[in-house]
């Protein structure tokens, strides 16, 4: 995986190919329940067992430029093409303040597609419960 190529649509997308993202990692996300890779899933519930490198992201705030910046550095996705027990994970508050929040958005859900059972998306506080929305919690 590219990631300067996923920056780069991530920057230019246009609200149909959003929306399509949303809807696979939706897909995707609604299908996760039991034993996948080195988690289990249940509900709401993640339960990762302690192999393995993980990286941790939180509170990114629609701060695209910080996603980048630690996604280089850590150079996590190339340690996540190596090794299958590597998890990133981010702990939600994705949007809301940056002025690149759908660009903060579109990437971990790329990043979610691209490594499905290495990547997983927590809701923050200033993500709404699907019920809120008039979908299932």
């Known amino acids: ?30 299908k996760e329940n039991g034993r996948v890779s080195n988690m289990t899933i249940t509900g709401h519930l993640v339960k990762l067992e302690p192999t393995g490198e993980a ?3 939180g509170d990114l705030h629609g701060d695209f430029d910080s996603l980048m910046l630690i996604l280089q550095k850590s150079n996590f996705i190339e340690k996540m093409e190596k090794a299958k027990d590597a998890t990133l994970i981010f702990l939600g508050d994705y949007g809301d303040r940056g002025d690149k929040s759908v660009d903060v958005y579109y990437l971990i859900l790329k990043l979610k597609l ?9 809701r923050g506080n200033h993500e709404a419960p699907g019920d809120l929305l008039g979908g299932s919690p």
């Open 1 to 30: 995986m590219d990631l300067h190529s996923f920056a780069i649509e991530a920057l230019s997308i246009q609200s149909d190919n959003f929306i399509e993202i949303v809807e696979k990692v939706t897909s995707l996300m609604q």
């Open 114 to 122: 691209a490594y499905p059972k290495q990547v997983i998306l927590l």
């Open 55 to 57: 990286l941790i992201v």
